[in-house]
């Protein structure tokens, strides 16, 4: 199973890979797994401070030089996009993997009282955001050999639950993105296109949305790494289309 995964040290040697919310959590810890891999990696984000440290740790650690770019997902712009893919074909020249990771939890309320918004900011970052970061990064991943894009789900965007609002459906949204781009690009290219449901994990956005739970009760992220491996790396080569979870 993706989840027992035992990557190769040298699985993602030579590959360029982009990971959005970089600076915390999953995030942070596939930026670091992927580089311990070989990749060097793009840490993109919104608080430069974390995406900084995270760079350090992983050339402390040996790894390839990193490279960051912060970008606010909330505001940027389809220049920003168009800038940063320029940026990548320029310092890089190539791109192998992206990793949707960032998200916001939003309000959890009922959809009867539900802001606009809120509403509209964790569409925005959730769900139109890797549209256009998507848009503006095919071009390269097109010219990989074999390249690997992951959309970041959940549990609540696979079954609706109350309360969980925009949030539950920004990730019914991305299910659906995934799927379409995965159709569009099946025999016409070779990049595979999936969703990933890290399952409870502990970071600052369960203990948020979970404030009466003992944190520790959930893997850390690092200990989730195995599928995002997986996914990411060549063993997953002609995979695509397809909902996975990190746990069990
Ligand atoms: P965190 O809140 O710990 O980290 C989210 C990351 O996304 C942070 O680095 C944050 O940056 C970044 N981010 C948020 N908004 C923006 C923005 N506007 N522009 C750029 N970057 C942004 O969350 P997790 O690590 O827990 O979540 C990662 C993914 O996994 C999300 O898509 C989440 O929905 C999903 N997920 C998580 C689960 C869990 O149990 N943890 C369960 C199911 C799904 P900054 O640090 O600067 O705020």
Redesign the pocket.
């Known amino acids: 199973a993706p989840q027992d995964y035992q990557a190769a040290p040298d699985l993602l040697a030579g590959k360029v890979i982009l990971v959005?919310?970089?600076?915390?959590?999953?995030?942070?810890a596939a930026a670091k797994s992927y580089a311990g891999h070989g990749a060097s990696v793009i840490l993109l984000?919104?608080?430069t401070a974390?995406l900084e440290a995270v760079y350090d740790e992983i050339v402390a650690a040996g790894g390839p030089q990193p490279a960051i770019f912060p970008?606010?997902?909330?505001t940027a712009t389809e220049d920003d996009y168009a800038t940063l893919a320029r940026a990548l074909d320029e310092t890089f020249g190539q791109l192998d993997g992206l990793l949707h990771?960032?998200?916001?939890l939003g309000e959890r309320r009922p959809i009867a009282s539900a802001q606009y918004p809120a509403w509209a900011e964790v569409m925005q970052?959730?769900v139109n955001a890797q549209f256009l970061l998507t848009r503006a990064t095919l071009p390269l991943l097109e010219q990989a050999p074999e390249a690997s894009v992951i959309f970041?789900?959940?549990?609540v965007g696979r079954r609706g639950k109350a309360y969980w609002g925009a949030y539950a459906v920004s990730k019914f949204a991305t299910e659906g993105l995934m799927q379409v781009l995965a159709d569009e690009l099946e025999n016409t290219s070779k990049i595979r296109v999936n969703s990933l449901?890290?399952?409870?994990?502990n970071?600052?956005?369960?203990r948020s949305a979970y404030p009466g739970e003992t944190p520790t009760s959930?893997p850390a992220?690092a200990d989730i790494m195995p599928t995002y491996l997986y996914l990411m790396g060549a063993d997953s080569a002609g995979i695509s289309g397809a909902a996975f979870n990190a746990q069990g």
């Open positions: 959005t919310g970089a600076g915390d959590g999953i995030g942070r984000g919104r608080t974390k970008l606010d997902l909330a990771n960032a998200g916001i970052v959730n970041t789900s959940s549990g449901n890290p399952g409870a994990t970071t600052a956005m369960r959930n992220p």
